[in-house]
């Protein structure tokens, strides 16, 4: 079964400053469902932790919690496989861009990249490196500039792999 089932080894002590209810007594709660903690919201930020006291009212609690927390896992699930996949393509950027920049400059509060067109033509990749500094937003940008679709194409199969088995495993 793919549903978390409610045992000692999925629940965490979390110590807060300030003090959590139990969601199936209302008692003061210090454990919460590891499988939703950290899922990310679909608004932005994270969604709520649910809390519970010990076991027992995490056992009480299950048919009601059991759709959301699936959710949440599998929310988790892909926000992972998402940032695995930016994290590669990134990585396949630096190695695999094909000219230079020469100088950024800022326009509307966005980066504006001056390409360099004298560029040898002898190698078709160029190593990445910057002429300037560059902050993480600025380097990113460079890397995804003109290149989302070729390197979707190429990350298929990861993409594919990472997703696997989640289309028949809806909430």
């Given at each position: 079964m793919s549903a978390v089932q409610p045992t000692k080894h999925n629940?965490?002590?979390?110590?807060?400053?300030?003090?959590?209810?139990?969601?199936?007594?209302?008692?003061?709660?210090?454990?919460c469902c590891v499988a939703c903690l950290g899922a990310p919201s679909l608004t932005g930020g994270q969604s709520p932790t649910t809390w519970y006291c010990g076991a027992a009212c995490q056992k009480t609690d299950w048919a009601a919690?059991?759709?959301?927390?699936?959710?949440?896992?599998?929310?988790?699930?892909?926000f992972r496989a998402g940032s695995t996949v930016q994290r590669v393509f990134y990585m396949y950027r630096e190695i695999t861009i094909d000219w230079t920049y020469t100088?950024?400059?800022e326009s509307n509060s966005?980066?504006?990249?001056?390409?360099?067109i004298d560029q040898s033509l002898d190698e078709l990749v160029f190593p990445f490196s910057s002429n300037t500094a560059l902050?993480?937003?600025?380097?990113?940008?460079?890397?995804?500039?003109?290149?989302?679709?070729?390197?979707?194409?190429?990350?298929?199969?990861?993409?594919?792999?990472?997703?696997?088995?989640?289309?028949?495993?809806?909430?």
């Open positions: 629940m965490d002590p979390i110590t807060k400053s300030e003090e959590q209810k139990c969601r199936s007594c209302g008692n003061p709660a210090t454990k919690h059991k759709e959301g927390c699936k959710a949440n896992k599998m929310r988790k699930i892909i100088t950024i400059e966005l980066p504006c990249f001056h390409l360099d902050d993480e937003q600025e380097r990113l940008s460079l890397l995804s500039y003109h290149a989302f679709g070729e390197a979707c194409g190429f990350m298929h199969n990861l993409i594919k792999n990472l997703l696997q088995g989640m289309r028949n495993q809806r909430p």
